[in-house]
């Protein structure tokens, strides 16, 4: 898995903002938003991305993250590129180095292959809210 002897390893967070595509036209905005689902999948399928979700309304205009499973900026570029809500500059990305470990993959890949739009982990014994 590439991690050191604490189970940690270099990843890239991106910080998706919205950005200066302000285009009014629903069915343009829809094909963009579909195109960026099914690059997520397509992400999650080669094992590069480990992290993905919306982040709620907020005042600096962050739409959502992404933790890419990749060292060099550089690489980490070329395949947010491929989405095209971010290649038509609808969202910006604003990327960051860290090291962390991280166990997400794997709800990720549960969530496209059982269709799941979102669930809750919890510990045993803890009460759901």
């Known amino acids: 898995m ?12 991106v910080i998706l903002k919205t950005g200066t595509n302000t285009t009014d036209d629903k069915k343009y905005k829809d094909s963009l938003f579909a195109g960026h689902m099914d ?22 205009n962050y739409r959502g993250i992404f933790i ?3 060292k060099p900026f550089e690489e980490a570029n070329a395949l947010l590129q491929t989405d095209p809500a ?14 962390a470990r991280l166990h ?5 890949k549960l969530q496209i292959k059982f269709g ?3 669930f809750e982990i919890r510990n045993k014994g803890q009460e759901t809210r």
């Not at 991690?3 to 967070?13: E, N």
């Not at 690059?39 to 600096?60: D, M, Q, S, Y």
């Open 2 to 13: 590439g991690a050191d002897d604490y189970g940690m390893k270099q990843y890239v967070l």
């Open 39 to 60: 690059n997520i999948i397509r992400l999650v399928k080669i094992n590069k991305l480990v992290v993905a979700g919306p982040l709620t309304k907020n005042e600096k």
């Open 68 to 70: 890419l499973d990749v």
């Open 86 to 99: 971010i290649r038509e500059n609808y969202w910006l990305q604003n990327c960051i180095n860290g090291t």
């Open 104 to 108: 997400c993959q794997l709800i990720l």
């Open 116 to 118: 799941i739009k979102g």
